[in-house]
């Protein structure tokens, strides 16, 4: 390419053309940037999100194990009632009136756990809650740099 000698164009008559086209690359430089942080950003926002479903997948497998051991505690509380029934058949009324509390003792436990396992299992313990809080805090971000 022929390029013609710096003394050929004086400097005022350059008017502002090279300062235009270093606007106009530092925009598309700029624009470049912001479309890869904005990547980055996405990617790690998904990740996060992934990371608490992931949470939240486990934090339900322990509130359906809880449940399932609850209604094993209550079904053990419900057998030693029908012991109980038997002892009253069996002995005169202090055996049974004995087995009957242990009964309902038992059984109050596992109404305890399968209340536990159930509030688990709540619709707000599957909230991804730092994905929103991440979310919101990139969004006042984007808001404050563009103003």
Same mark, same amino acid.
């Given at each position: 390419m022929a390029q013609q000698p710096?003394?050929?164009?004086?400097?005022?008559?350059?008017?502002?053309?090279?300062?235009?086209e270093r606007e106009s690359e530092s925009?598309?430089? @700029?624009?470049?940037? @912001?479309?890869?942080? &904005?990547?980055?950003?996405?990617?790690?926002?998904?990740? &996060?999100?992934?990371?608490?479903?992931?949470?939240a997948a486990s934090h339900a497998k322990a509130g359906?194990?809880?449940?399932?051991a609850g209604g094993a505690? &209550?079904?053990?509380?419900?057998?030693? @009632?029908?012991a109980a029934a038997v002892l009253a058949l069996a002995h005169v009324v202090d055996a049974w009136l004995a087995a009957l509390i242990v009964g309902i003792v038992v059984a109050?436990?596992?109404?305890?756990?399968?209340?536990?396992?159930?509030?688990? &299992?709540e619709p707000s313990a599957f909230k991804p809650a730092r994905t929103q809080d991440a979310l919101r805090k990139d969004?006042?971000?984007?808001?404050?740099?563009?103003?």
């Open positions: 710096p003394s050929s164009i004086p400097p005022s008559s350059s008017s502002h053309s090279p300062r235009v925009t598309a430089g @700029l624009l470049s940037r @912001l479309v890869a942080e &904005l990547t980055t950003l996405v990617r790690k926002e998904l990740a &996060l999100a992934k990371a608490e479903i992931s949470e359906a194990i809880a449940l399932v505690v &209550l079904f053990a509380g419900m057998l030693v @009632l029908l109050v436990i596992g109404f305890v756990m399968i209340q536990s396992g159930k509030k688990q &299992l969004k006042e971000m984007v808001q404050r740099r563009t103003s």
